[in-house]
């Protein structure tokens, strides 16, 4: 009997806790199962089950569900859950459609954005050939002014080394005409 005690207790507590919690907000079909029960008792209070059963008491309860079933489809709060389902599904495909869509443009742009970076790393390259061809090029035209220069100065060189000789020749001559 010991061992039966406690657990009675335990179940007193748990009934007692849930029967004390504070009542939700009834819901759609709460409200529907109230008006169920009280549409099943008649006007003088006693419950239509209660009654003999027979082919009127059965057409009753039938027409009293269809009623029921009637109201519900009118009622604006119940909720077609296959409507809204395929709604959900139809709204998920636009949505993965245009994830999809989004996708293949962020592809394109980044296939342009690297045709870009390409032609602007090939235009830099560029640029950095035509600035290195034109410092090769001014190195050059400097070295081949160097040159003229050079040049200039032989010519000048082999003209005073040629009267040189000249003038040379000349005192030779002299003095050997004047030796004899």
Do not use: C, F, W
């Not at 009997?1 to 806790?17: A, C, E, I, N």
């Not at 057409?59 to 296959?82: F, H, S």
């Not at 090939?122 to 640029?127: H, K, L, N």
């Amino acid at each position: 009997m010991s061992t039966y005690y406690p657990r009675t207790k335990d179940l007193t507590r748990t009934r007692k806790s849930v029967t004390d919690s504070p009542p939700a907000s009834p819901s759609a079909t709460d409200k529907n199962y109230r008006h169920e029960r009280l549409s099943r008792y008649d006007s003088s209070g006693e419950s239509v089950t209660d009654k003999p059963l027979g082919r009127t008491s059965s057409y009753t309860r039938r027409e009293t569900r269809l009623a029921a079933l009637n109201r519900a489809e009118q009622d604006p709060t119940t909720k077609d859950y296959k409507k809204m389902y395929a709604e959900a599904l139809h709204e998920n495909d636009k949505l993965k459609s245009r994830l999809q869509d989004s996708k293949q443009e962020l592809v394109k742009i980044r296939s342009q954005l690297d045709k870009v970076t390409q032609r602007h790393d090939r235009i830099s390259e560029r640029s950095t050939a035509v600035e290195s061809e034109k410092r090769e090029k001014q190195a050059l035209e400097k070295r081949v002014s160097n040159m003229e220069d050079e040049i200039k100065m032989l010519t000048e060189l082999k003209s005073d080394n040629q009267r040189l000789k000249d003038e040379n020749g000349a005192l030779i001559r002299v003095i050997s005409k004047l030796s004899k």
